[in-house]
């Protein structure tokens, strides 16, 4: 069984936590983005209790990363974004990247710098050789801004872009063409949709979001 990861488990913890205790009103409410003071100083005891709790410098450095995130406040309370995220199993700084991209309207390609970063697999084939330059020539051919991650981005829209317009054929063939990995981009496309449904799922992005992706 996969163990859930703590900054996860953290945000959870308080969520629960803070549904046993009575919500803040007016300003307090705003400062705690909706949960309170109380019920985020329990956390550590709440994981301290568990049949096989973690050590506490490992809860240490969850809650350190969470506040540093601004899913957390510096008071340990939990905010609107670490509700969102609580909701969202993936790792948080993957999670806040994909909220922060929903709500500003540019969630098309942080999907697939997130799906790639989730997989481990990038859009290039290690065999490519195009002179010396290999995998690096064929990255180069994608850049249009300084962001390694933009190149991902535009490398698996061009090859959607091929398939789209030639069917899987064109695909493969643009792929070998410009160095990158069929297999790959596929594993991507599948990651990209599982992100989607968890957005949605998390009332992140709307149930009608890009239905040509999923």
Request: one cysteine or more.
């Amino acid at each position: 069984m996969l163990r859930l990861p703590l900054e996860e488990l953290v945000l959870r913890a308080l969520v629960t936590a803070s549904s046993w205790s009575p919500a803040p009103t007016g300003r307090a409410s705003a400062l705690a983005g909706g949960g309170s003071a109380a019920a985020a100083a329990d956390v550590r005891e709440l994981l301290a209790e568990a049949l096989d709790p973690p050590p506490s410098k490992n809860v240490e450095r969850a809650v350190a990363l969470l506040t540093q995130i601004r899913a957390m406040t510096r008071r340990g309370e939990l905010t609107e974004l670490g509700r969102r995220l609580a909701g969202l199993p993936v790792d948080v700084r993957l999670g806040k990247m994909l909220v922060h991209a929903a709500a500003l309207g540019c969630i098309d390609p942080v999907l697939t710098v997130a799906a790639s970063l989730s997989t481990g697999k990038g859009p290039f084939a290690a065999s490519f050789d195009a002179g010396a330059g290999g995998v690096a020539a064929a990255a180069r051919r994608w850049k249009r801004a300084d962001s390694d991650l933009m190149v991902i981005a535009e490398a698996h829209e061009a090859w959607r872009a091929a398939a789209a317009k030639g069917g899987r054929r064109a695909a493969r063939d643009f792929a070998a063409a410009n160095g990158l990995s069929p297999t790959n981009l596929a594993e991507i496309e599948d990651a990209r949709a599982q992100i989607v449904r968890l957005l949605v799922g998390a009332g992140v992005l709307p149930a009608d979001a890009l239905p040509d992706r999923r």
